[in-house]
């Protein structure tokens, strides 16, 4: 028993580790759309190039996605982690100094850097020293990136009215990239400092299922990134302050984490994934719907059926690509293709969002848009049967 307590104590902080640098994935983005009008009023900046705090680091996030394996694999699991979280601090930081929309945008490409060198090795870190438990432990991971988001989204109005300063909302979360390196480093007895660089490298580019499950996680994701960048914006649209718009956000945001946490806990029970995407995909739908029918009735319902839905499709999209391979450094590398391929998809819905928020004046038909996306991928789901998986990957 005494062995047992012993070995379990460093997964456990380890465990504490990922999900402290999971929560730094997010603010830097999440921070944005609660104090776009306060930024607007001081920065020349439409809704269309307002997108792009939001697009291009996603963009960069899946670009960065394909050399994230192969950066890991040099440096080590410690030192790239170490180094990403440097990064996404100091762009963080260096918004207290900006002047320009384009040193904004410039900041958030860095610090999307950072979170794609990130995500791109945490899944096959995870199913390498949490084998027992990948769905629970990428609930955890997943759900720490979405509570980052409920953080920003939730606080940076509240920084903005304490402060009276944009600059300061967006670059106070610095100090949490700072805390997390810091506990990260602490770990180094658990984590080697090299990585194996013996790993074949192998390409996904050849695979349908690959393009597949890419293209499945991209379009969840765009639902994702739309919402996160535009819903604050709405509400402030709707006639709402910016910090209850905010805090609306932060609440959908609370949802995710919820759904994180309970949907992986429950989908660890079987591996048959279907009925479980079917029915987060119907609360998404149920939510964009009463997002545009009735956005100021039951203000609260449509935010909790958005979060519940998009909380839990996000590690769900993951674990699924995850269940095809047993080895974890190919499913490393699958799940690296499928977010570099996927973010590439997503990182082009809020720039989509933006441009019809400027033609048509609403953002109503970019919900409907997003809406008829879901009911694409719940089609999808039907091929994702797991007696088939060994097939797609010989």
Same mark, same amino acid.
């Given at each position: 028993?005494?062995?047992?307590?012993?070995?379990?104590?460093?997964?456990?902080?380890?465990?504490?580790?990922?999900?402290?640098?999971?929560?730094?994935?997010?603010?830097?983005?999440?921070?944005?759309?609660?104090?776009?009008?306060?930024?607007?009023?001081?920065?020349?900046?439409?809704?269309?190039?307002?997108?792009?705090? !939001?697009?291009?680091?996603?963009?960069?996030?899946?670009?960065?996605?394909?050399?994230?394996?192969?950066?890991?694999?040099?440096?080590?699991?410690?030192?790239?982690?170490?180094?990403?979280?440097?990064?996404?601090?100091?762009?963080?930081?260096?918004?207290?100094?900006?002047?320009?929309?384009?040193?904004?945008?410039?900041?958030?490409?860095?610090?999307?850097?950072?979170?794609?060198?990130?995500?791109?090795?945490?899944?096959?870190?995870?199913?390498?020293?949490?084998?027992?438990?990948?769905?629970?432990?990428?609930?955890?991971?997943?759900?720490?990136?979405?509570?980052?988001?409920?953080?920003?989204?939730?606080?940076?109005?509240?920084?903005?009215?304490?402060?009276?300063?944009?600059?300061?909302?967006?670059?106070?979360?610095?100090?949490?990239?700072?805390?997390?390196?810091?506990?990260?480093?602490?770990?180094?007895?658990?984590?080697?400092?090299?990585?194996? !660089?013996?790993?074949?490298?192998?390409?996904?580019?050849?695979?349908?299922?690959?393009?597949?499950?890419?293209?499945?996680?991209?379009?969840?994701?765009?639902?994702? !990134?739309?919402?996160?960048?535009?819903?604050?914006?709405?509400?402030?649209?709707?006639?709402?302050?910016?910090?209850?718009?905010?805090?609306?956000?932060?609440?959908? !945001?609370?949802?995710?984490?919820?759904?994180?946490?309970?949907?992986?806990?429950?989908?660890?029970?079987?591996?048959?994934?279907?009925?479980?995407?079917?029915?987060?995909?119907?609360?998404?739908?149920?939510?964009?719907?009463?997002?545009?029918?009735?956005?100021?009735?039951?203000?609260?319902?449509?935010?909790?059926?958005?979060?519940?839905?998009?909380?839990?499709?996000?590690?769900?999209?993951?674990?699924?690509?995850?269940?095809?391979?047993?080895?974890?450094?190919?499913?490393?590398?699958?799940?690296?293709?499928?977010?570099?391929?996927?973010?590439?998809?997503?990182?082009?819905?809020?720039?989509?969002?933006?441009?019809?928020?400027?033609?048509?004046?609403?953002?109503?038909?970019?919900?409907?848009?997003?809406?008829?996306?879901?009911?694409?991928?719940?089609?999808?789901?039907?091929?994702?049967?797991?007696?088939?998986?060994?097939?797609?990957?010989?």
């Amino acid at each position: 028993m005494e062995n047992v307590r012993a070995t379990a104590r460093p997964a456990v902080w380890l465990m504490l580790a990922v999900m402290l640098v999971a929560l730094n994935l997010r603010p830097s983005m999440a921070a944005v759309g609660p104090l776009l009008s306060a930024i607007r009023g001081d920065i020349p900046l439409s809704f269309s190039l307002a997108s792009l705090l !939001t697009m291009l680091p996603v963009m960069a996030m899946g670009l960065a996605m394909f050399f994230g394996i192969g950066i890991s694999q040099r440096l080590g699991e410690r030192r790239t982690v170490l180094w990403s979280l440097l990064l996404i601090g100091l762009a963080t930081l260096s918004r207290l100094f900006v002047d320009s929309a384009a040193e904004l945008i410039v900041s958030a490409i860095l610090a999307g850097i950072g979170i794609a060198l990130i995500q791109a090795l945490m899944p096959a870190l995870i199913k390498s020293r949490f084998p027992d438990n990948v769905a629970l432990c990428m609930g955890l991971y997943v759900t720490s990136i979405m509570g980052g988001a409920a953080i920003a989204a939730s606080f940076a109005p509240l920084v903005l009215i304490s402060t009276g300063s944009w600059r300061m909302a967006l670059a106070v979360w610095a100090i949490l990239a700072m805390l997390a390196l810091l506990f990260w480093w602490s770990q180094r007895g658990n984590l080697p400092a090299t990585a194996n !660089t013996s790993v074949r490298k192998e390409t996904f580019f050849k695979h349908s299922r690959a393009w597949l499950l890419a293209i499945f996680f991209g379009l969840g994701t765009a639902s994702y !990134t739309c919402v996160l960048a535009w819903l604050a914006p709405y509400y402030v649209e709707k006639g709402w302050s910016e910090q209850n718009a905010g805090l609306l956000l932060g609440f959908l !945001t609370a949802m995710e984490v919820i759904s994180g946490l309970v949907v992986p806990a429950i989908a660890n029970r079987s591996r048959d994934r279907r009925i479980i995407l079917m029915a987060l995909l119907g609360l998404i739908i149920a939510g964009f719907c009463g997002l545009i029918l009735s956005p100021q009735h039951l203000s609260l319902l449509w935010p909790c059926l958005l979060g519940l839905g998009i909380g839990g499709l996000f590690p769900m999209s993951l674990i699924v690509s995850l269940d095809h391979l047993d080895n974890p450094q190919r499913a490393g590398g699958l799940t690296a293709f499928v977010q570099g391929i996927g973010y590439l998809i997503a990182g082009l819905s809020p720039l989509l969002a933006g441009m019809i928020r400027d033609q048509l004046g609403s953002f109503e038909w970019a919900w409907w848009s997003l809406t008829g996306v879901m009911v694409i991928m719940a089609l999808m789901v039907l091929r994702f049967d797991p007696r088939r998986y060994s097939q797609h990957f010989q």
